[in-house]
Structure formats: structure tokens, C-alpha cells
């Protein structure tokens, strides 16, 4: 009798002690996580659960109970989420996850940053005025408005706001020399610098590129001067080819793929096809680069629809179809830009299609890393960028006081894109209507800058980014916040949606491709971002 | 110590830090997201050392150096 007491004494003793225990851990997450929640993403790979955790940038793989009483630390009440979480668990499960969380939250320095503040350039690079006036590092020069193609998806068809219409104005000479001079007076705190051909179609202005890569080299002398060129690759004659090579250009040709995938949206000015004349346009290049063609001959591929794993499947056969062409690196696949002709449907269907085309990259990629099948110059394009992003982020002890402006560069830094008249936009993907930053003849506009780019812009992002658990791997930016010519809030939070789920799929097969090889992904570290 | 070598820093059993990123320990001096390059903590492709002063790997490894007198081994 006297020993059931006592067994029963003894139990009501280590209820109330567990309660005691449970009590501790419910004001240590009162404590920490009352108010809004701190900044981190809870996700899982078919194995396990994951923490992204922003204030640090760590990830950290937890078991199921840990996992889920995360779940509900992070979306609920602190006492709704223990009180959840013991409805469907032991007291002895409560007290291991709550105790390991616990302790990660002081090792670790996790869960700790609840809003992503100061934000903004001006809050963190207060000499952004000093780094426009000496560190320009690329000049996007638009050698023409002129484009004998009317491809179905171009930013400059009519049907587009965006951008201007198609043009016939050639930049002049003089507007060439004087942009390089700009260039000149404003890179003199580096010693590499950049020039890109743009257009309309670049190569139809050949002798005006011969004339501006002759007059860089002169005045850019001693500086290291990377050259690139975009173009449909339909003019190209061997003899351009021969000077590209020689000069070391990086050469980026438009084709999206075999034949009648390339033709039905890459059309001349009378609906005629152009794949034929852009492969033997690329020809010439890879017989005049030789083995470098690899490294500086590229493609710049439109993903157009109608989007599946079979249409994807397709284009990844333009390499089996044309065995000489380029593999490596130089490839950028995207989507039509929002607003063509393909604007509805490619809104309505871009996330679910984006997974199409990330997933598909995913699982080729995959494939390739587990052994089971050969690389592919689209899925590791896409992947190989991907995770180098998540590979080499920093990782922080303990949050920093300060956050960034998005995926944003400083304007006037990174590049200037010169419109063939001479004037001055944020680069040649931002849209036609946003304000100008400058001209030739006056230089950088500070006042447009500090107003509307820095100002403006970051108070829009401000309450949107400060909050936001994809802050630190976020890569929008000043082009896709401008609509019909303004800052636009809500066309901007809708591309947000887009880039948190893209995000967030990546973590998820980053940790996937880790679970099976750990050590798999440490090429990456390696790998050159641009 | 070797930033990426140390260990799973006492975190109990159900919990594993994954030991990727470039890892910056110690107080951090001076380092930033990279507003040169958009779309991330680019590493490695700024032209001439990155103007902003973020995380190139040379200022990666220069942090780690004025904490702990050593540079990333692995990057």
C-alpha cells in the first residue's frame, strides 16, 4: 500500500517536474519569439526537414519532432504552438525538441532576426556618389535599334509597353566614342572594365564596332577590357567571326532550340524562319574560336511554349543534333518577358511552368550527379548557377545589423546602358518608360538616383524585404518594380511570389543533392557568378 | 580553427548544421551583401576586386585572416 503511494507520490512528482520544464520552455519561447516571428523557412527533401534560417544563412537539417514543433513555433502562438504540439506528442518528445531547439537558438544564433533593418544601398554603401564617379564597371552600348528579325516574344514588338518599338536609328560614332569616354573618366578605381554590343542587331553596324573596339583599346589602355556581343548570329560572316576571335569577344548567339522550335517564334521581318542562317552563323564562330569556343561562345535561349518536360526534352536535343556545338557554362535559358504577346498566358502559367523547367534542370541534374546519366549543358546551366549561389553564401555567427537591397545593383556602378541617341537608362533590361539616369553629354543624373532609385525604390521595398525570409537570397531587382513608367508595388510583390517559391525549390534540392553526396557540390565553390 | 572544419557546435542529436557557404566567424568587419552583382553574394566574378566591399573572397578571407589568422582553406 505504503509502496503505491510512494510509486504514485513519485509519478505526480515527475508530472509536476515535466510541467516545470515544459513552463521553462514556453517563457523561453515567449520570450524570444513573441511579436512577429523571426525570419526563416521551414522545408523538406523526400528524406528530411530543413531550417533556413535568414538572420545567418545557416542551414540546418532536424528530425521530425524537432521539425514539427518548428513548424508551429514559427506559424502560431507560442502556447497554441506547444499546446498543439503536446495534443499530438509525448511530454518526454516536447521536452527532447524544445531542448535541442533551445540550445540551437544559443549556439547557433538562430531565429534571432526578426526584421531585415537598416535596408537599402544608401543605409549601407553611403558612398555609392564617390563609387559612381571612379568604378563604372560595364558599358552596354546599343549599336542600333535596327533588327531584321521580328521574333514573336521582342520586347521592342509594338504590342509591347514596356520598351520602345522596334527602331531604325544606328548609334553614331561620335555617341560611341563619347559613351567610352564616360566609361574612361568613370572606371578609374579599376583595372578590368567591360563593353557589350547590344542592339537590335549589333552586327548590323559592324564597321561601327570595329571603330569603337580600336578606339577602347587605345583609350582604355592598360585596363583589362572584356568585350561581349548578343546577337541572332544571322549576319555573321566569317570574316566578323575571325574579328570577334581576335579581339576575344564573348559571343552570345539567340537560338532556342532545334529547328521548329527555333523558327516558330524567331521570325525574320516576313515570317521566315532564321535557324538555318543563325547555326551557320555559329559555325563560323566555332571554326574561328577553335577549342575556346566552349568558354566564349554562348547561347541565349527563350523558353517559349507551350511549356512541358517534352518541349524541354526537345530542345536539349539541339546538342545531339548538332554534336559541334558549344556545351559549358555560356548558356541563359528564360522565359519570354512578362508583358509580350505571350503576357497571359505566361503569367498564368509561369510558376507551375517555372517548376517544369527547374524541375526538369533538377532531375537531369540529379541524374547526372547520382551517377545514372550523362550531363546536360541546359540542366547544369541552370543548376550549376543555382547552387553555387546557395554554396558560396556566407555564413554569419550571428546576424549582421544591417540588410540589403534586394537583388539590386547601384546604379551607375554595376553598368550604364547608352541608347543609340545617346542617353543613359539602369541597364538595357530595364524597362523603355522607367526615368533615364543620364546622357552623354551631362553624365550620371545623381538627383534621379538618390530620389527615385535609392529613395523611392527602398521606401517601396522597405516594409515588403525587411520582413521577407528570402532576403538574403533574393535576386529582384529596379527591373522588375517599374510599370508604365513607375515605381509599381504590386507588379513588384507578384514577381516576389515567383522568386520565394523559385528559392525555396532550390533549398529543397540542394539539401536533396547534399543528402546523397555531401561533399558533392564543393566544385561549386569554384564556379564564377555573373 | 578551420571556419568550416568545426563542429556541430553542441547541437543535439536531432539537429545537424549543414557546413556549406563560406563560413565568416568571429565579428564581423565590414562585409555586405554584394550590390555590384545583382542576384546574390557573388563570389569571384568582380572585375578588379568588388567596389562595394562585400564578400569577394578576398575580403572572405581577409575577415577570417584578421580574426583568426587564416584564409578560407577550401575556397
Keep these: ?62 528530425d521530425e519532432p524537432i521539425f514539427q514543433l518548428l513548424e508551429n513555433l514559427l506559424s502560431m502562438e507560442e502556447e497554441q504552438a ?19 531547439i533551445k540550445n540551437a537558438i544559443e549556439t547557433e544564433n538562430i531565429l534571432s532576426l526578426k526584421q531585415a533593418l537598416p535596408f537599402g544601398i544608401s543605409k549601407h554603401c553611403p558612398n555609392y556618389e564617390e563609387l559612381i564617379d571612379s568604378s563604372l564597371e560595364i558599358m552596354v552600348l546599343e549599336i542600333t535599334e535596327s533588327c531584321p528579325m521580328r521574333c514573336a516574344y521582342c520586347v521592342y514588338n509594338e504590342d509591347f ?33 567591360a563593353i557589350s554590343l547590344y542592339g537590335g542587331e549589333p552586327t548590323l553596324q559592324f564597321p561601327l564596332i570595329q571603330s569603337c573596339v580600336s578606339y577602347a583599346n587605345s583609350l582604355l589602355k592598360g585596363k583589362q577590357i572584356d568585350l561581349t556581343i548578343t546577337t541572332n548570329g544571322i549576319l555573321l560572316t566569317p570574316e566578323m567571326a575571325e574579328f570577334f576571335c581576335k579581339h576575344d569577344f564573348n559571343v552570345y548567339v539567340s537560338i532556342d532550340g532545334p529547328e521548329e522550335i527555333n523558327d516558330s517564334y ?32 554562348g547561347f541565349s535561349m527563350v523558353y517559349t511554349p507551350p511549356f512541358s518536360g517534352k518541349r524541354i526534352d526537345r530542345i536539349a536535343e539541339l546538342w545531339d543534333e548538332l554534336p559541334w556545338i558549344p556545351g559549358g557554362t555560356n548558356l541563359n535559358i528564360t522565359y519570354p518577358t512578362p508583358g509580350t504577346i505571350l503576357a497571359e498566358k505566361v ?89 533615364l539616369i543620364g546622357n552623354i553629354n551631362d553624365g550620371i543624373d545623381m538627383d534621379v538616383i538618390k530620389k527615385l532609385y535609392l529613395g523611392e525604390y527602398e521606401s517601396m521595398c522597405a516594409p515588403v524585404c525587411s520582413r521577407c525570409w528570402a532576403v538574403n537570397l533574393c535576386n529582384s531587382c529596379f527591373t522588375e518594380a517599374f510599370q508604365d513608367g513607375r515605381l509599381d508595388p504590386k507588379y513588384m510583390t507578384n514577381r516576389c511570389y515567383n522568386t520565394k517559391k523559385t528559392q525555396e525549390r532550390y533549398l529543397e534540392y540542394y539539401c536533396s543533392l547534399r543528402e546523397y553526396k555531401p561533399e558533392g557540390l564543393n566544385y561549386l565553390y569554384k564556379l564564377k557568378l555573373s | ?65 584578421a580574426n583568426f589568422g587564416i584564409a578560407n582553406p577550401e575556397v
Design chain 1, 347 to 435: 503569367l498564368k502559367e509561369s510558376l507551375e511552368e517555372d517548376k517544369n523547367l527547374q524541375l526538369w534542370s533538377y532531375e537531369r541534374y540529379r541524374d547526372k550527379y547520382t551517377g545514372k546519366d550523362e550531363s546536360h549543358p541546359i540542366a547544369d546551366a541552370i543548376m550549376e548557377k543555382a547552387m553555387a549561389q546557395l554554396m558560396q553564401r556566407p555564413i554569419f555567427s550571428e546576424p549582421l545589423d544591417q540588410k540589403f537591397l534586394n537583388g539590386c545593383c547601384i546604379p551607375g556602378v554595376r553598368r550604364v546602358f547608352v541608347t543609340a541617341d545617346g542617353r543613359f537608362r539602369l541597364c538595357e533590361k530595364i524597362s523603355s518608360d522607367a526615368p
Design chain 2, 1 to 65: 580553427m578551420k571556419s568550416r572544419e568545426r563542429k556541430n557546435n553542441g547541437l543535439g542529436k536531432g539537429m545537424e548544421l549543414i557546413r556549406d557557404g563560406i563560413e565568416l566567424t568571429g565579428k564581423i568587419k565590414g562585409g555586405r551583401r554584394c550590390v555590384c552583382s545583382p542576384g546574390g553574394w557573388s563570389m569571384g566574378n568582380q572585375l578588379g576586386g568588388c567596389a562595394c566591399g562585400c564578400f569577394g573572397p578576398s575580403s572572405a578571407e581577409d575577415n577570417n585572416k
Design chain 1, 266 to 297: 524567331r521570325v525574320d521581318a516576313k515570317g521566315g524562319g532564321s535557324f538555318q542562317r543563325a547555326v551557320q552563323g555559329l559555325k563560323y564562330l566555332v571554326d574561328a574560336y577553335g577549342k575556346l569556343s566552349n568558354e566564349k561562345v
Design chain 1, 82 to 100: 506547444v499546446a498543439d504540439f503536446l495534443a499530438n506528442h509525448d511530454r518526454e518528445t516536447f521536452l527532447y525538441a524544445a531542448g535541442t
Design chain 1, 1 to 62: 500500500m505504503a509502496e503505491g503511494l510512494n510509486s504514485k507520490t513519485m509519478g505526480i512528482q515527475a508530472a509536476e517536474n515535466s510541467d516545470k520544464e515544459i513552463k521553462k520552455f514556453q517563457t523561453f519561447f515567449n520570450r524570444l519569439l513573441s511579436g512577429p516571428k523571426p525570419l526563416a523557412k521551414l522545408f523538406r527533401t523526400d528524406q528530411s526537414g530543413y531550417l533556413y534560417d535568414t538572420g545567418t544563412n545557416k542551414i540546418i537539417r532536424c
Design chain 1, 161 to 193: 509597353k514596356g520598351k520602345r518599338n522596334h527602331g531604325t536609328n544606328h548609334m553614331s560614332l561620335s555617341t560611341a566614342y563619347r559613351a567610352i569616354d564616360y566609361l574612361h573618366q568613370h572606371s578609374f578605381k579599376r583595372d578590368k572594365v
